[in-house]
């Protein structure tokens, strides 16, 4: 199976910002479309964004939009979450996970065949 490891959470003040990277294991990175999602304490697992497995083709939650910035690099097989101007309310676990399925964004969590062990985002105001 393919495995992710992700790193690059921490302590952010209001307004901050703090990038996330998440590498994957194996040779076909670039077959899977990647998703970020986030689990806020006694909160369900919400989708962030993701991003297409052939191309930069980008989605986002619009709780999210205009702030957060996915990108991957499949010569290096890795993706990234770049998040600026963070909110309290984006405090939570931060998991990137892989799919294989094509078509429409992916946008639940049970589509999700690989995840990370998730970092914690802790943002103070």
């Known amino acids: 199976q393919v495995q992710l490891v992700e790193s690059g959470g921490g302590l952010v003040q209001a307004g901050g910002s703090l990038r996330l990277s998440c590498a994957a294991s194996g040779r076909t990175f670039s077959s899977y479309a990647m998703g970020w999602f986030r689990q806020a304490r006694g909160k369900e697992r919400r989708f962030v964004g993701s991003i297409s497995w052939s191309d930069t083709r980008t989605y986002y939650a619009d709780s999210v939009k205009g702030r957060f910035t996915i990108s991957r690099d499949n010569a290096k097989n890795t993706v990234d979450l770049q998040m600026n101007s963070l909110k309290p309310e984006d405090t939570a676990v931060y998991y990137c996970?892989?799919?294989?399925?094509?078509?429409?964004?992916?946008?639940?969590?049970?589509?999700?065949?690989?995840w990370g062990q998730g970092t914690q985002v802790t943002v103070s105001s």
């Open positions: 996970a892989a799919t294989g399925s094509t078509g429409s964004p992916r946008t639940k969590a049970y589509e999700y065949d690989y």
